[in-house]
């Protein structure tokens, strides 16, 4: 039986890498600002042919296992991953935004900061970003880094 869970969680994995390769950044968020993630992902693309990928697992009933290892297969998909604090709360992003150092040391990594109490936030964390332009920049940056 353990040897079919393995085969199983390698082909996901296999499939789940092939799909995707292209991916050039990788939106982290929590249920209550998918809808807003999913809407900066579809300006990005607006703006410029970019590969962004967004974590729609996110809104389904999931386990706690399965919750788990689709956050570790997302996070190993994208070497440019975007978290994005708006609603959600701050703790729940920090506790991924570890699992993403730990599994993926050398991923360019940011805060994308949205209302509510965005003044606040900026203060808070003055390296992030808050606008699109500003998320362009940092993807042109993490593109001359890892060229």
Same mark, same amino acid.
């Not at 386990?63 to 956050?71: F, I, Q, S, Y």
């Given at each position: 039986?353990? /040897? $079919?869970? #393995? =085969?199983?969680?390698?082909?996901?994995?296999? =499939?789940?890498?092939?799909?995707?390769?292209?991916?050039? %950044? /990788? $939106?982290?968020?929590?249920?209550?600002? %998918?809808?807003?993630?999913?809407? %900066? *992902?579809?300006? $990005? *693309?607006? *703006?410029?042919?970019?590969?962004?990928e967004s974590p729609d697992f996110v809104g389904s009933r $999931?386990?706690?296992?399965?919750? @788990?290892? *689709? !956050?570790?297969?997302?996070?190993?998909?994208?070497?440019? @991953? %975007?978290?994005?604090?708006?609603?959600? =709360?701050?703790?729940?992003? #920090? @506790?991924? !935004?570890?699992?993403?150092?730990?599994?993926?040391?050398?991923?360019?990594s940011t805060w994308f900061l949205a209302p509510p109490d965005?003044?606040?936030?900026?203060?808070?964390?003055? #390296? /992030?970003?808050?606008? @699109?332009?500003?998320?362009l920049g940092f993807l042109e940056r993490s593109r001359g880094?890892? /060229?």
């Open positions: 039986m353990l /040897a $079919l869970i #393995d =085969e199983q969680i390698t082909r996901v994995h296999a =499939e789940d890498g092939a799909r995707s390769a292209e991916i050039e %950044l /990788a $939106l982290v968020c929590e249920e209550a600002d %998918l809808e807003a993630a999913r809407q %900066l *992902k579809d300006d $990005l *693309k607006s *703006k410029r042919a970019v590969a962004v $999931l386990k706690a296992m399965e919750r @788990l290892r *689709k !956050w570790h297969d997302y996070l190993g998909h994208g070497a440019t @991953l %975007l978290f994005y604090y708006g609603l959600a =709360e701050r703790n729940r992003l #920090d @506790l991924i !935004w570890q699992s993403a150092r730990q599994q993926r040391p050398d991923a360019r965005l003044e606040r936030k900026q203060q808070q964390f003055p #390296d /992030a970003v808050w606008n @699109l332009d500003q998320v880094a890892s /060229a």
